[in-house]
Nanobody, 123 residues
Framework: QVQLVESGGGLVQTGGYLRLSCAAS????????MGWFRQAPGKEREAVTA????????YYADSVKGRFTISRDNAKNTVYLQMNGLTPEDTAVYYC????????????????WGQGTQVTVSS
């Protein structure tokens, strides 16, 4: 059973930054696309960013382009999300996810999920 464990969430002021980490128990981590999704209260879960197994291809939602950066360390089975310039609109539970295949934004086609980590941005 795949385990994805997120860490790094917390409370930060507008304009601040956080770095999320997601440790994966995947045996062939480099073969999996990794992504970050978020869900704000009363809203649907949305794709934030994703990265290919090699790290050569990335996707960013328009709302986070230029502020968020996804990266991965295949030697450590870990994916990171550096979030800069945070605003209250970024407040949500952030979920790490994995899938075998290409980068897609449809959450229904992702295979495994972490438990989520809360990110709260105060104004």
């Amino acid at each position: 059973q795949v385990q994805l464990v997120e860490s790094g969430g917390g409370l930060v002021q507008t304009g601040g930054y956080l770095r999320l980490s997601c440790a994966a128990s995947l045996r062939t981590f480099r073969n999996y696309v990794m992504g970050w999704f978020r869900q704000a209260p009363g809203k649907e879960r949305e794709a934030v960013t994703a990265i290919s197994g090699s790290g050569s291809t990335t996707y960013y939602a328009d709302s986070v382009k230029g502020r968020f950066t996804i990266s991965r360390d295949n030697a450590k089975n870990t994916v990171y999300l550096q979030m800069n310039g945070l605003t209250p609109e970024d407040t949500a539970v952030y979920y790490c996810a994995s899938r075998f295949g290409g980068i897609i934004t449809d959450m229904r086609r992702w295979d495994s999920w972490g438990q989520g980590t809360q990110v709260t941005v105060s104004s």
